[in-house]
């Protein structure tokens, strides 16, 4: 595709089969253009600015986007953008693929999710990373497919933390009990204990995490160990079922079993088989 005198590539990875995530179009080095959507995109849009800076405007809300600065839209969330320096040059991403209407149970509802330069770090490194890759032809669907999760589970913490690490009461009983499920999810703790830990009852737990996640506590936990157990499903291939509930703080692997059908709509192994992995559990 080109841009004035130089030719700068947007890439792909076509493949033979749906995945449940996968790049639809990746680039970087952008010579950003302005761009109008009265109806938004179909795809989670990811738009980082690398070098100058832009303005954007999504519905209602107007950001100026600075260098390393990004922000992940939405699908079909009306936007505009155009540049604010005399250059403004960016790296940008879409996903599509089978669970990408389901992206929102990961990253949450927001219409868009803005990122600081300081933590658009690691997304830069991400896209350069996979195009290097790409380019390479080191890049299997399989592979691809993982990154693009991770890329999505990489906004979890970020958000929740930035959003509520002013608030009192966030930060006295909620976030010492994330830190302690982040810590030892792979340990048979129980609300009860994560509750004593910082002093207060089950029940008024349960409550601020509703106040401050939206879910209780014992959702949290559930939800945490079972983003676990999906990493593990698809980056440790000579992990068994057997051995991944172990790992993600279950005693039982049945109930390991029907609490990621519940969670997710599919047992571990046809979790797995999604993503072309066969084996034998």
Request: hydrophobic content about 35%.
């Amino acid at each position: 595709m080109k841009q004035g005198d130089n030719a700068v590539p947007i890439y792909f990875r076509p493949v033979t089969y749906e995945l449940p995530l996968s790049l639809n179009t990746i680039g970087n080095q952008w010579l950003q253009e302005p761009t109008r959507r009265d109806h938004g995109y179909p795809l989670y849009h990811w738009l980082q600015t690398t070098t100058g800076c832009g303005t954007i405007k999504i519905s209602d809300t107007e950001l100026v986007l600075k260098e390393g600065e990004g922000v992940l839209i939405t699908p079909s969330i009306p936007h505009a953008y155009a540049k604010k320096s005399d250059t403004w040059i960016t790296s940008f991403a879409t996903f599509e693929g089978s669970l990408a209407d389901d992206v929102h149970k990961i990253i949450g509802k927001e219409p868009f999710l803005f990122i600081d330069a300081n933590q658009g770090r690691y997304y830069k490194s991400w896209v350069d990373r996979l195009i290097s890759t790409h380019t390479s032809q080191q890049l299997d669907a399989i592979t691809l497919s993982t990154e693009c999760y991770n890329f999505f589970l990489h906004f979890t913490n970020i958000y929740k933390v930035n959003k509520l690490h002013k608030n009192p009461l966030y930060k006295q009983y909620v976030e010492p009990v994330i830190k302690e499920i982040e810590t030892k999810y792979n340990e048979p703790i129980t609300v009860q204990a994560l509750a004593s830990f910082v002093y207060i009852s089950p029940q008024y737990l349960s409550r601020l995490f509703h106040r401050f996640t939206g879910s209780s506590a014992y959702t949290y936990l559930t939800n945490y160990r079972m983003n676990k157990a999906k990493e593990l499903l698809i980056s440790n291939l000579y992990l068994d079922v057997q051995q991944i509930h172990y790992r993600v703080g279950y005693n039982d692997v049945s109930h390991f079993i029907a609490t990621f059908k519940k969670n997710t709509g599919y047992t571990p192994f046809e979790f797995r088989k999604m993503y072309g992995i066969v084996s034998g559990e």
